[in-house]
């Protein structure tokens, strides 16, 4: 019994009630066995000396005691019904308040049960707009939030074994075409599984640095950084690339542009990420420019090239993991996974800019541009 009312809410509410009544009607009882025979004698006295002075010596001691006696049974009738009608009013309270407060309550330890079993699509019903609501309503947000994270997980792995799938195929293809004789033991055989082994290898890499990235297991180094010296060291590492494919590589910067506040390595590998794309997806004859002003608080670089463009319909995409345009293609060019442009647009928030794309569709450029605050002056 007692456990019972430990364990519920709404039962230790009935208790406060009933408590709260019994001690009122407990106050009262004492006061009328105490306090109000003297209360009683005084106030009728003064009313008979005033209005009847006849009454006390016509035998009037008698008739007052009667009359206390009926008196005080009428109180203590009217007392047990006050105190009946007081407990059913709390017994339909604490039903009313069982009903209002712990069944939503109740709904959401089931709620967290469930979850916490693996069912992530569970939610609650918000029912009002008060503080339960707001507590039901983050309850739905936190598990539509969990649901999204367990999906993911569950992309990313289908995902993974995907991109992995593929080299480790080409890779067990060759062998066993090496060891059946199929394949000449060439050193061109030998280069192309070298290739795939080197891809499995970058795709690894990658995934590391993705999930450090996103997980930002990283320690950042924010300093002033000067943009002309950013852009030079980009530029120079990216050039022997850019001639060997004839690819102009330029840039064009605002003359005083004033430094950023960014981690110098962070901002080298965001920049070298585009460039390296900019590159990879620009035909022979084409150019890329590196572009950098200054808008309000803020620096903006670019990087435009003349490349294959991007269709609108991919754009909203580009930035997702493992997110290709064609896949074929940049297999080709060089075995892109799709990782770069995720691991670029978290770095660029966790240095506290925005990345954005255009392109206007098929064969006609594309531009990434990141934004990187300026060091305030003062
Ligand atoms: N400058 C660009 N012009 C045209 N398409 C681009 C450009 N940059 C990126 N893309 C498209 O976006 C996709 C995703 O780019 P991302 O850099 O994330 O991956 P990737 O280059 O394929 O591989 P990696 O992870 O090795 O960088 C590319 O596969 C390509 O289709
Ligand atoms: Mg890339």
Redesign the pocket.
Known sequence: MIDYFRRHLGAKLLLSYLAIIIVGVAVLIVASQFILPTSFNRHMSGMMGLSNGGMMGMGGNNSMSQLFVDFRSSFNEALTYAALAAMIVAVTLSLLFTRSVIAPVHAMSLATKRISEGHYDEHVEVDGADELAQLASYFNQMAEKLDQVEAMRRRLIGDVSHELRTPLTAIKGSMEGLMDGVLPATIETYQQIHAEADRLNRLVDDLQELSRVEARAYQLDIRTVDIFSLVKTVTKRLTPHAESKRISLDFELTPDLPPILADEDRAIQILT?LT??AL??TPEGGSVTIIAKQINAEIQISVHDTGVGIPSEHLPHIFDRFYRVDKSR?RQGGG??????TI?HALVEALGGRIWVESVGDGNGSTFTFTLPIVEKG
Do not use: A, D, F, P
Request: hydrophobic fraction near 15%; glycine fraction near 30%.
């Open positions: 990420n390296g794309n990879q997806y940049s892109g996974s799709g990782i770069g442009l670029t």
